[in-house]
């Protein structure tokens, strides 16, 4: 798991269908020391990953990604520049599946957004 490790979240609140969480990036984590040295920029798959655990905390359950919609990397996260983060997460939750809308912003910037289906374990 990359919650606590790769990132803390740092609040987390549930309001009509929607998860917001603010996390922060820890800038010193080992996956930047390949990506890349001196410059580092979160990877699209931990972003991903990102979404996934923020879930698994609110919902204390583990999930299996289903399918991928729509997703879209729009600007490149650096733990440097971005310090803190906001993943607004919109949930349609049936019998034992979620469909989500998930993007990760800061401000006014917005680093990526993607649609999912999870089925729980």
């Known amino acids: 798991m990359l919650h606590n490790d790769f990132f803390k979240i740092n609040a987390l609140d549930f309001d009509e269908n929607e998860i917001n969480a603010n996390i922060s ?42 399918s991928m919609g729509r997703c879209k990397f729009l600007n490149v996260l650096s733990p440097i520049d971005t310090k803190k983060l906001d993943v607004k997460i919109k949930i349609k939750e049936t019998e034992s599946v979620l469909e989500i809308i998930a993007a990760g912003i800061n401000e006014e910037t917005t680093f990526f957004k993607f649609n999912a289906t999870y089925r729980y374990r």
Request: hydrophobic share 40%; net charge negative.
């Open 25 to 66: 990036l820890k800038h010193d984590h080992v996956i930047f020391d390949g990506h890349f040295p001196g410059n580092p920029v979160t990877p699209g798959v931990i972003q991903m990953q990102i979404v996934k655990e923020i879930l698994e905390v609110y919902f204390e359950k583990k999930l299996q990604l289903q």
